[in-house]
């Protein structure tokens, strides 16, 4: 079956620097990637997506990267704020089906 | 205001007992689905809608039901509940046709089965 890794450890890292996320998966091709960020009680909230044919995308301050060969996706936060802190959730999605999702890595910056 | 209105927020219930969560979206999504998320193991599909009249089964369905009779509505039902089933329980829903705005999630249900 398909399975997501997001590092269950949380990432700490000071204001102004660059955070970068991973996202592997295996047993699974998918034709995208999704990107969430979740707040502490409060549900997923979509970000962004990248397609399999793209190898990066960029929305604002967010960059991410597809590399469908290593089986794994970068989400890099530059010029990051302590506002930016939080549990960030990938996606791997085929078609309609229903997504699965990783169980996210936490991020926290200090200012 | 736009978006996925869950409720209750909080629930308590006794083993044995059986309540609905309700979920209702107004941006005329065709596809809705229930999550569970549980600490460390991220969201877990519990069952899905790809429209009105159409349901199927995701990746944990057991002690759970759905229906969904409306486009707007899509209510979880547990049957006869467990402390297993304690969890923060999350509705989504999306278009069916695309991805690119991906899924718009309600804000959540956090239920405690004592």
């Known amino acids: 079956s398909q399975k997501i890794e997001q590092n269950s450890e949380a990432l700490n890292i000071q204001e102004g620097k660059t955070a970068t996320l991973t996202c592997n998966y295996t047993?699974?091709?998918?034709?995208?990637l999704q990107w969430y960020r979740q707040d502490p009680g409060r549900g997923p909230v979509f970000l962004l997506l990248i397609r399999e044919n793209e190898k990066e995308k960029r929305k604002e301050r967010l960059k991410v990267t597809f590399d469908t060969t290593l089986k794994q996706s970068l989400f890099h936060i530059t010029a990051s704020q302590p506002a930016d802190s939080a549990t960030y959730l990938c996606?791997?999605?085929?078609?309609?089906?229903?997504?699965?999702f990783g169980s996210g890595t936490r991020l926290q910056v200090q200012p | 205001n736009a978006g996925v209105t869950q409720t209750p927020k909080f629930q308590v219930l006794k083993t044995g007992q059986s309540m609905t969560l309700q979920c209702a979206q107004d941006?005329?999504?065709?596809?809705m689905s229930w999550y569970r998320q549980d600490p460390g193991m991220g969201l877990r599909l519990i069952h899905y809608?790809?429209?009105?009249?159409?349901?199927d089964q995701g990746e944990v369905p057991n002690g759970y039901n759905v229906s969904r009779s409306t486009t707007e509505d899509f209510p979880l039902r547990l049957l006869s509940a467990a402390p297993s089933q304690t969890s923060v329980y999350f509705c989504a829903s999306s278009y069916f046709d695309t991805m690119e705005y991906g899924y718009t999630f309600g804000s959540g249900t956090r239920l405690t089965v004592v």
């Open positions: 047993n699974y091709s998918p034709a995208y």
């Open positions: 941006m005329n999504h065709e596809y």
């Open positions: 996606a791997p999605g085929k078609g309609r089906r229903a997504l699965t």
């Open positions: 809608s790809v429209g009105a009249g159409i349901t």
